[in-house]
């Protein structure tokens, strides 16, 4: 029913009356979307690399996911975690199974999982000083992360843009260069409870780790007893060809932070810790109403099914790999535009030499949708199941938009 006589509010207009500003928003306003595509409220078609940040990993309603949802949504939505339900102890099963042997915990967020993470940080201090709390607490991250929007993620992201006006922070951060090993080791101490860090930094620029610092940080950790916490919010459930990034290095830590493309779109996050800290968390020391729920555990079986029955970790490492030269040569034919092309799978950031803001409208107005990154870096996140005509268009936009550009 219309709430007024005359005309309704835009969907623009309600947005600029009713929604917080604190997001800069592309002018368009989605209505719809199948597969790789999607479609704004006038019609128009957009090949979709952003993924919704990196969260659509099967693309948009796909009708496997789509029937589990709403067959799930039909027979039991929430119960809360007062109890057991089928869904959350299967989806256990198979992160295990792809993490080995350990226990997870659900929630609701890559925020909300790094949360988990950083509380597991503060356990393990507390056994390692003997059951004294404060003693041992301290955590070492890279500098340019981004964990999150909490109080403990900001605090873990020395990011000003994401810190400002929120001081004071929590204790206990200190903060070294990506694959800088040295710079990490000088920092462990006593005090040093863990080292965290995102696999591949996604927001920062898409900057990975070399395995030879992976390797590093796990010696280091095994040597001085100290949690190797990986991030893997962005970069793992197969977007980088491997379900977790770090795979591709061959090394294990010792907890696991997961979410984006874990619920293919409904919100769920995630954490693994392994085997001999998992039952550091008792019960009443952590916990999440929404966690687990049935519906937001069908929706990532569904996804974890998907990506099995077509192969998809297989299909990134293929299809990406010639994508990859694509782009690298298309980066190579404009080397004062395009920087460099960094990352792995559909994974991808392309470093400008100035703000690529232009670059990213100007390739909207053709028809490709990108993200922005830290660093003038323009992420391209494709869904896990691209074809190879859409990664094949996305590089004729792009070298449309790099050749028209003066
Ligand atoms: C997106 C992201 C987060 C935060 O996830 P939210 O779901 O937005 O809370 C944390 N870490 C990394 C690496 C991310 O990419």
Redesign the pocket.
């Known amino acids: 029913m219309e709430t007024s006589p005359v005309v309704r509010a835009s969907t623009a207009d309600l947005y600029d009356a009713h929604v917080m500003r604190n997001y800069a928003r592309a002018p368009l306003t989605l209505v719809r979307g199948a597969g790789t595509r999607v479609w704004d409220d006038a019609g128009r078609g957009f090949l979709d690399f952003t993924s919704g ?1 990196a969260v659509s990993a099967l693309g948009h309603c796909h009708p496997h996911w789509v029937a589990a949802v709403q067959r799930q949504a039909a027979e039991l939505v929430h119960v809360s975690n007062l109890f057991r339900n089928p869904g959350q102890g299967e989806l256990a099963r198979r992160l295990v199974g792809h993490a080995g042997p350990g226990r997870v915990f659900f929630c609701n ?4 999982a ?1 949360e988990g993470l950083l509380k597991l940080a503060r356990l393990h201090g507390r056994r390692k000083a003997g059951g004294v709390e404060g003693k041992c607490y301290k955590v070492i991250c890279a500098r340019n992360a ?4 909490t109080f403990g ?1 900001m605090s873990a992201t020395p990011q000003e843009k994401i810190q400002g006006g929120f001081r004071p922070l929590v204790p206990g951060f200190a903060f070294a260069d990506l694959n800088d090993l040295e710079g990490f080791t000088r920092l462990v101490d006593d005090e040093t409870a863990a080292i965290f860090v ?1 696999t591949i930094q ?2 920062g620029g898409i900057q990975p780790c070399t395995p030879e610092f992976l390797l590093g940080l796990r010696r280091l950790c095994s040597e001085r007893n100290l949690l190797l916490l990986l ?1 893997e ?2 970069c793992g459930i197969g977007r980088t060809g491997r379900f977790f990034a770090f795979e591709h290095a061959g090394v294990r830590p010792d907890a696991i932070g997961m ?2 493309g874990l619920g293919g779109g409904f919100p769920i ?1 995630a954490i693994w810790i392994s085997e001999p800290h998992a039952d550091l968390f008792q019960p009443g020391n952590h916990g999440t109403t929404f966690g687990g729920t049935p519906l937001a555990c069908a929706a990532a079986l569904a996804v974890l099914d998907v990506l099995e029955r077509e192969d998809l970790l297989a299909a990134v490492r293929a299809r990406s790999a010639p994508w990859l030269a694509e782009l690298r040569a298309l980066a190579a034919a404009h080397p004062a535009k395009v920087l460099a092309v960094r990352g792995q799978g559909y994974l991808v950031g392309l470093q400008f030499a100035a703000d690529p803001a232009p670059v990213l409208a100007a390739l909207r107005e053709r028809g490709l949708l990108a993200a922005a990154a830290g660093g003038n870096v323009i992420r391209l996140l494709p869904p896990l199941n691209v074809t190879p005509a859409e990664l094949a268009e996305s590089v004729a936009i792009l070298r449309a938009v790099l050749g028209a550009a003066a």
């Open positions: 940040i967020s890559g925020a909300e790094n981004f964990h999150g929007r993620g995102e996604g927001e991030d919010v962005q979410a984006k996050g």
